[in-house]
């Protein structure tokens, strides 16, 4: 029985479940680059250049091992412009074999072919869909903190005899410092695009000359070789002080201490728990502290893991949620960095430099805003969906619709992620070159993170004023006269109508 093996541009793994199925004497492996990916949403074009550079590599490195390789290429003549309609192009198989996608959309396109096909787990993730489903069943809330302990246990990283090591689950705690003045950032590893590359670059400079990026520009890895060197320079140089300045920014600096392992990791060119190993042997070989080991850790068995978790469990019409009935329009900012407002300023100008900014940019300054000031959760969820490198809607849609916007009704979070400006000074020194107050309340010079944050709190008093981790918040905001309250409001509609 002949077999036709489809390897999407986010599976490019050598031990993928599809690829260990196959023959290299009967069976061929198709690889499409199409249209319909291509331009779902408006993707970065440094997102369209490491996916279609990354996918020309593969099927080379899958050529040279002794499979069979069918590659359609973007512009060639007969390209039917869909996964679907190349798998139909090229089939004279007696049966179709695909490790699972990883979104609703693309699986039931695929599923709807009238062909044989099996579907495989994608068992790169370390928690299956069934055994996600039996942890989440029963529960009132789904909280990442006892799931990451479940996958602790599970992948054995960070224990010693079934308890964790110093003998506490999670340091997050000493994880939340601002960057100390003078300390020395190092310039993340940059590739050169070689020949297939550069192909590539001017390919995405033709077909997509209005997407977000200057696709001339890019150096990133686009092999799994390449993309270990991140790795091992994350390990030498950034990680140990990545616990540290985790939440850190900085104007100019979208990295920081920061892996930026998540493309690759997600388009599959290093695997998750390898990638944890690495850097549990870092701090078992004593070279970095164990919040910066276990707050890595953390972001990937847990985070991770839970994020894609809560996609799947939760249904095809996650991204449609809107628990908080918000409705503004996005603002045309978002694509053009052109607002006086100097952090998202910053944030959205990196975005569009390198299809990146990590994890605090993307929740507490563009995220945080967009709740802040009510924008249309969907619109968001497509924004974030387009801009970073490494967005997959199965990651993207529960950071972004239930993490940042709390739009789910709280199956992410319990609370939602919101701060005034006060928080983006702690944090940053963006406020120091703003036109904006970060002090001031209201008025014309204040910092709209500050009068749209109380205004958020009042318009949403009968949702949040008995949540037990809002209190704080509440008994502040009952201290402000019913003055001071118009005020805010008024200052807060004024912002919204211009922007
Ligand atoms: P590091 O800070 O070095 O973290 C290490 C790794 O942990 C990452 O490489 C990633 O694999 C994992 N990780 C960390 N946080 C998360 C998280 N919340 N969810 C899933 N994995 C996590 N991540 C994506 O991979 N794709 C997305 O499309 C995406 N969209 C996001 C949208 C919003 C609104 C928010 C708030 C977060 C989003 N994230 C997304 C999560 C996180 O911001 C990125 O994974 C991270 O910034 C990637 O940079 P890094 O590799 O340098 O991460
Ligand atoms: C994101 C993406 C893009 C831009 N292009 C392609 C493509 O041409 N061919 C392909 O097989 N995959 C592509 N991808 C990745 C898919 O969109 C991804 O497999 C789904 O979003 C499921 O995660
Ligand atoms: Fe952002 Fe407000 Fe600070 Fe300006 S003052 S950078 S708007 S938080």
Known sequence: MSKLCVILGDQLSRDISSLREIDKEQDTILMAEVIEEASYVHHHTHKLVLIFSAMRYFARELSSLGY???????????????????????????????????????????????????????????????????????????????????????????????????????????????????????????????????????????KFPHNMGNPNTFNYAVTSKEATEVLEFFCHRQLVFFGDYQDAMKSDEPYLFHSIL?????????????????????????????????????????WREFIRGIYWLSGEKYTELNDLKANHTLPSFYWSGQTKMNCLKQVINMTIK???????QRLMVTGNYALLAGLDPFQVHEWYLAVYIDAFEWVEAPNTVGMALHADGGIVGTKPYIASGAYINRMSDFCKSCVYDVKKKTGKDACPFNYLYWDFLIRHEKKFSTNQRMRIAYTNLNRLSNEQKKEIQQNAQKHLQEI
């Open 68 to 206: 069979h390789v069918i590659y359609t290429r973007l512009n060639e003549k007969d390209n039917s412009g869909s996964i679907s309609g190349e798998i139909k192009r090229h089939f004279n198989h007696d049966h179709i074999i695909l490790t699972e996608p990883g979104e609703y959309r693309l699986k039931k396109e695929i599923s709807q072919i009238s062909l044989p096909i099996t579907i495989l787990e994608d068992d790169r993730f370390i928690c299956s869909h069934q055994k996600f489903q039996k942890w989440a069943e029963g529960k009132k809330e789904l909280t990442m903190e006892f799931f990451y302990r479940e996958m602790r246990k599970e992948t054995n990283l960070l224990m010693s005899e079934g308890k964790p090591v110093q003998g506490r689950w999670n340091f997050d705690k000493e994880n939340r410092k601002s960057l100390k003045k003078n300390i020395d950032i190092p310039s993340p590893k940059k590739f050169s695009p070689d020949h297939i590359t550069l192909e590539v670059i001017d390919m995405v400079e033709k």
């Open 262 to 302: 998540s493309a690759y990791i997600n388009i599959g060119l290093l695997d998750p728990l390898k990638v944890c190993q690495r850097v549990e042997k870092e701090f078992y070989e004593k070279r970095i502290p164990i919040n910066c080991a276990e707050g890595f850790i953390r972001q990937i068995i847990g």
């Open 354 to 360: 390198y299809g990146y900014s990590h994890h605090i």
